[in-house]
């Protein structure tokens, strides 16, 4: 079964209800991107997850299940609409650390959101030479990660990281200056589900304020609906004024924001939460 793209789901399961988890020890989290079967079993089988480095446990909960889990002790952090094929998915959360619930960056995040709510849209225009990448470009591809992020949340800093995401079903696309690759983003596919986050955006210092990376957004999400792909979503660096900025630009809705996600740029980050569902 197809279920996401880019990561290694262990089953969890008991004669009515199965469970598909992703373990993170790296960003010291548990993701459940996917169950099957009835509401109470689900959140007995969930429960039982445990291991000493675990901080966060993330449900993507469907909308008939989101009262169950949150009379259980998770709350709502953000809001995916068309996320299973039309419906609406939560993100729903469970700390298990103090520190990891608090955070000091929020106020500046809300200051981000607030400017970008009363800035005035940038128009879009210009033609770019965009490039859907092979695995042959992999290996260009992985500088630029290597150059910009000192943290990522998951392994792109070598050729076959990304060679390994592309047999996964992510598309990667880029826009190259002199033989070197100035900017890229990607699109991890989950066709079950019928989405794809837009993710892995990068662009050289040297060449933003361009307009780069919201071409190449332009381009996945054409790439997407001529494979029957219609709700988009993103997760971006709540301090990223840019990357925000290009996600409203481009009509996507704000959904929320997770709340010390993950070790990314250089330490552990929130992310907000971009949609966009045209299965409507």
């Not at 290694?8 to 988890?21: L, P, R, S």
């Amino acid at each position: 079964m197809d279920l996401t793209s880019n990561n290694v789901h262990n089953i969890i399961e008991d004669k009515n209800a199965k469970v598909w988890v992703c373990e993170d020890p790296f960003n010291k989290r548990i993701r459940i991107d996917h169950y099957v079967g009835e509401t109470q079993i689900v959140h007995r089988l969930i429960s039982k997850l445990q291991p000493d480095w675990m901080e966060k446990l993330i449900i993507k909960s469907r909308t008939v299940d989101v009262p169950y889990f949150l009379s259980h002790g998770l709350e709502c952090e953000g809001y995916v609409d068309g996320y299973f094929r039309g419906d609406g998915m939560f993100f729903l959360v469970k700390y298990f650390t103090e520190q990891r619930r608090s955070n000091v960056a929020w106020e500046q995040a809300e200051k981000i959101m607030s400017g970008i709510k009363t800035s005035t849209a940038v128009s879009i225009v210009g033609n770019r030479d965009i490039k859907t990448a092979q695995e042959a470009d992999a290996e260009r591809l992985s500088v630029i990660f290597r150059e910009i992020f000192e943290v990522y949340p998951t392994p792109l800093t070598e050729a076959d990281d990304i060679i390994a995401k592309m047999k996964a079903d992510t598309v990667f696309v880029f826009i190259e200056e002199g033989g070197q690759v100035v900017s890229v983003a990607s699109a991890e596919i989950n066709r079950m589900h019928g989405n794809a986050e837009l993710t892995d955006c990068a662009t050289l210092p040297s060449h933003r304020q361009k307009g780069n990376i919201v071409a190449l957004l332009i381009r996945l999400q054409d790439l997407l609906l001529a494979e029957k792909i219609r709700c988009h979503y993103s997760l971006a660096r709540a301090e990223s004024y840019g990357m925000n900025k290009a996600f409203a630009n481009l009509g996507f809705t704000y959904g929320g924001r997770l709340l010390n996600n993950c070790f990314i740029y250089s330490g552990l980050e929130d992310m907000n939460i971009w949609y966009k569902n045209l299965f409507r």
